[in-house]
């Protein structure tokens, strides 16, 4: 069965539901690989560094690079070049501020330890932005998504690449997946 079809018979809350049961399975598969990977299992937790002049300056300043970025391929391209098929905007329109805000922090978290945190780590910079891009299968097929995933996805592995630091990983990912999920749930909001 196909992608599409699997989500059509999933109820909006059923599909949030899937999204945050996938998450724990990365977080799962991060400490898993970490046992085989690394000779300390918890060596990422160090990745974790609260300097706040790199979590401004590379977390937020990557974060409205990327935003900018997205919002002129809205501009310049027509929304079925964009759309993931509906997918974001079923699992953000009518969710609350709170659901809306642990979801996409949730997400950032679970997506940087397993794709920086542990096989960026582990194989490299390349590796584990490709491995990112794939993930999001969804996006194969609409090209103007995919060079978007992949620019973001190289992107942010390049930041951790200067900083080494999962902090500002997680702040980049989470900033641009709160801000274009509360940009959905609003517009959605507007139209009524």
Same mark, same amino acid.
């Given at each position: 069965?196909? #992608?599409?079809?699997?989500? +059509?018979?999933?109820?909006? +809350?059923?599909?949030? #539901?899937?999204?945050? $049961?996938? #998450?724990?399975?990365?977080?799962?598969?991060?400490?898993?690989?970490?046992?085989?990977?690394?000779? #300390?299992?918890?060596?990422?937790?160090?990745?974790?560094?609260?300097? @706040?002049?790199?979590?401004?300056?590379? !977390?937020? !300043?990557?974060? @409205?690079?990327?935003?900018?970025?997205?919002?002129?391929?809205? $501009?310049?391209? %027509? &929304?079925?070049?964009?759309?993931? !098929?509906?997918?974001?905007?079923?699992?953000?329109?009518?969710?609350?501020?709170?659901? @809306? $805000?642990?979801?996409?922090?949730?997400?950032? &978290?679970?997506?940087?330890?397993?794709?920086?945190?542990?096989?960026?780590?582990?194989? !490299?910079?390349?590796?584990?932005?490709?491995?990112?891009?794939?993930?999001? &299968?969804?996006? $194969?097929?609409? %090209?103007?998504?995919? *060079?978007?995933? *992949?620019?973001?996805?190289?992107?942010?592995?390049?930041?951790?690449? *200067?900083?080494?630091?999962?902090?500002?990983?997680?702040?980049?990912?989470?900033?641009?997946?709160?801000?274009?999920?509360?940009?959905?749930?609003?517009?959605?909001?507007?139209?009524?």
């Amino acid at each position: 069965m196909k #992608q599409s079809e699997i989500m +059509k018979r999933l109820t909006d +809350k059923e599909l949030r #539901q899937q999204v945050v $049961l996938t #998450q724990i399975l990365l977080l799962i598969g991060s400490y898993i690989l970490s046992v085989f990977l690394f000779e #300390q299992p918890l060596k990422w937790i160090n990745l974790f560094q609260l300097d @706040l002049k790199e979590i401004f300056l590379f !977390g937020i !300043g990557t974060a @409205l690079i990327i935003l900018l970025m997205d919002l002129i391929i809205m $501009l310049i391209f %027509p &929304i079925e070049y964009y759309d993931d !098929g509906g997918i974001n905007k079923r699992l953000f329109r009518n969710i609350t501020f709170p659901s @809306l $805000l642990l979801i996409t922090l949730f997400v950032a &978290i679970a997506e940087e330890m397993l794709f920086r945190g542990v096989i960026q780590s582990s194989f !490299g910079y390349i590796v584990a932005s490709t491995t990112f891009a794939l993930v999001h &299968i969804r996006y $194969l097929k609409k %090209p103007v998504l995919l *060079l978007s995933v *992949l620019f973001v996805s190289f992107f942010i592995g390049y930041i951790f690449e *200067l900083t080494g630091n999962l902090a500002v990983t997680i702040t980049a990912h989470f900033i641009i997946d709160f801000v274009l999920a509360l940009f959905i749930r609003l517009k959605k909001r507007c139209k009524h």
